[in-house]
């Protein structure tokens, strides 16, 4: 590495909070990014199977969201609103009732949060509490929320909730998720029995709040049966459902919703990361009219709406969701991941695959040997990284939009470092 590119990588470690993560993985300077691929300051490219953990599922600067965008900026539109009534924040809207809401029959208000997934979530759970006049609220195991106070209290992951420093991450009832317990316990058996028993200890809740695929815990998948019974019991005991569709969200897990064709219509909906179709941050709470009873400003935000994000959103929508050619196209590349992630786990003892869609990837029992893996790949050219309580899920976020040969190649690159491994890294675990 020359001097300058070494002066540059060195102002990090100078100057950036050890918060930092994912450049650990990933130690080179990024200098630009087209489609499925991210090219560094040496002009290596690699393939990308990150997408930014699901903020780019339309790949990296898409050419018509860029002209739009480029376009807006150039006649001096309008690039911070507050809640102000925009042409662009309109336009949006449209495009979203038109190609996504009113296809499925939903009603749903669009309450815009701050501009990430945690805010979504604070907003939701702030919301049901005001709406039930309930504190408690029913997160899963596994679950990941976010990592402010009160979506981090849903949150289970050990580390992250430390992260807390020790402050109460209180009025939230963990529940076993689908399978948590081994797939011979029925955990909505379990469930329904604490929350009808009197003695149990568990107050009502005002909420469940559920990831469909959870895609820092695992990739463990909700099956229909399970959450339709999810829904069921929180519809008798009075509680709402929030669907926290964030990184599942947007065409990952198939459609653009993960619940969709599920039978179950949440009363919330949290989205972000892919919402602006261009890695933007914007994120925003789908309400059911009859919940929607904030009063003026009573949550809000200097960045609820993000004007830049409504044009690139819009293009999103118009460009990938108004025919069924990019849902067509998930279904086909899901297919072709799941055998090739199948054919993966067979190399691995014990590993076995998990997720949905194009939300996939192999548990192969350890975090030291997942992190082997993707490092092997990253020396190789694609960008991947892991998932679970343990990191033991070598989990593939590959664009949705990726070419199918981009696709074949980058799972080529993960089978080659798999099967580099030399045996005893396997019976070592």
């Not at 990588?9 to 100057?15: E, G, H, I, S």
């Not at 849903?154 to 689908?178: C, F, H, I, Q």
């Amino acid at each position: 590495m020359s001097t300058a590119k070494t002066a540059e990588t060195d102002v990090f470690t100078r100057r950036e909070s050890a918060a930092r993560s994912y450049c650990r993985a990933f130690p080179v300077v990024f200098d630009t990014a087209q489609g499925s691929i991210l090219t560094d300051i040496d002009g290596r490219d690699f393939i990308d199977f990150l997408s930014g953990c699901s903020s780019l599922n339309y790949g990296h600067n898409d050419p018509d969201m860029k002209a739009a965008l480029i376009d807006h900026i150039s006649r001096d539109g309008i690039a911070h609103g507050l809640d102000l009534h925009t042409n662009a924040k309109a336009a949006f809207l449209e495009a979203f009732e038109r190609h996504i809401l009113t296809p499925r029959g939903m009603g749903h208000k669009v309450m815009m949060t701050g501009p990430t997934g945690t805010n979504a979530v604070e907003a939701a759970i702030k919301l049901a509490r005001k709406v039930t006049g309930r504190t408690n609220v029913v997160s899963f195991t596994n679950g990941f929320h976010g990592m402010t106070l009160g979506a981090l209290a849903l949150t289970g992951n050990e580390s992250k909730r430390a992260g807390a420093g020790g402050v109460s991450l209180g009025d939230v009832t963990r529940m076993p998720y689908e399978n948590a317990l081994g797939e011979d316990v029925d955990t909505l058996q379990m469930i329904e029995m604490l929350l009808t028993n009197p003695s149990s200890g568990v107050e009502p809740p005002a909420a469940f709040v559920v990831e469909l695929v959870q895609g820092e815990g695992g990739l463990n998948a909700a099956s229909t049966d399970w959450l339709q019974g999810v829904a069921r019991i929180a519809r008798e005991n009075g509680a709402l459902l929030i669907i926290d569709d964030i990184q599942a969200g947007i065409g990952r897990s198939g459609s653009f919703f993960s619940f969709d064709g599920m039978g179950v219509e949440p009363d919330m909906v949290t989205l972000a990361k892919s919402l602006s179709g261009f890695g933007l941050p914007f994120a925003c709470l789908l309400i059911k009219p009859a919940h929607d009873i904030w009063k003026p400003a009573e949550h809000n935000g200097t960045f609820r709406g993000n004007t830049h994000a409504f044009v690139t959103a819009r293009v999103a929508l118009e460009k990938f969701w108004a025919d069924d050619r990019l849902r067509n196209e998930i279904a086909l590349k899901s297919q072709v991941l799941e055998e090739r992630l199948h054919r993966i786990a067979e190399r691995l003892p014990g590993a076995r695959v998990k997720g949905r869609g194009m939300m996939r990837g192999v548990d192969v029992g350890s975090g030291d040997l997942a992190g082997r893996i993707c490092a092997k790949c990253f020396d190789d050219g694609l960008i991947i990284e892991t998932s679970g309580a343990e990191d033991e899920v070598v989990k593939v976020l590959a664009p949705l939009t990726i070419p199918m040969d981009q696709f074949r190649e980058g799972l080529d690159i993960l089978e080659s470092a798999v099967e580099s491994l030399p045996p005893f890294a396997f019976a070592a675990e």
